[in-house]
């Protein structure tokens, strides 16, 4: 019994939730896709300056989310380039534990991401910019739910019956 309980969640995950997601955010682009986004009048006479400040925190961390992601695409690189050269027996598990390693960076960046998007949150002056904003995090939700499904990927069990850990450092101990 609990088996097909647990069969129905993680359909309900595998399958249906990332199509509600993907389906509202395909309503939202259409909805929104011919919104003519205005200009507003300032509320307060500092507005421009708080605009300004916080566009140059929106840049920095833009820099920040494109620095994460930078650098955790040379790393994977680097680490399968020196794979290539490793005996034949290591080279599933440390795919494995390298695409796992990517995975958790590029969920690093989309949080970056994120993150600035809710700073233009902050500065967004009418609707239409708000849900366009909202789109745009609802897509980056559905690819963090997707990377976070294949670090579980990851971590399931392999052909032999091994358990596949995110551990990366074969030095460390347990290896």
Known sequence: MEKNGSRIKNALQDYFLPLIL???LVALMA???????????PLIPQEHKIDLVVGYIIIAVEIATALVILIGLLRATISYIRLQFTR???????LTHIRA????????????AIASEILRLAIAPNTAEIMILFTKV?????????LEREIQTCE???????????QTNPDEPGH
């Open 138 to 146: 609802l897509l980056r939700s559905l690819l963090n739910f997707i």
């Open 101 to 112: 390693h990517l995975a958790h960076v590029l969920i690093l960046g989309l949080e970056f």
């Open 31 to 41: 909805i929104f896709k011919d919104q003519h986004l205005g200009d507003h009048a």
């Open 22 to 24: 993907f389906a509202g």
């Open 88 to 94: 034949a027996e290591h080279q599933t598990t440390s």
């Open 156 to 166: 399931t069990p392999d052909s032999a019956g091994n358990l596949i850990s995110q």
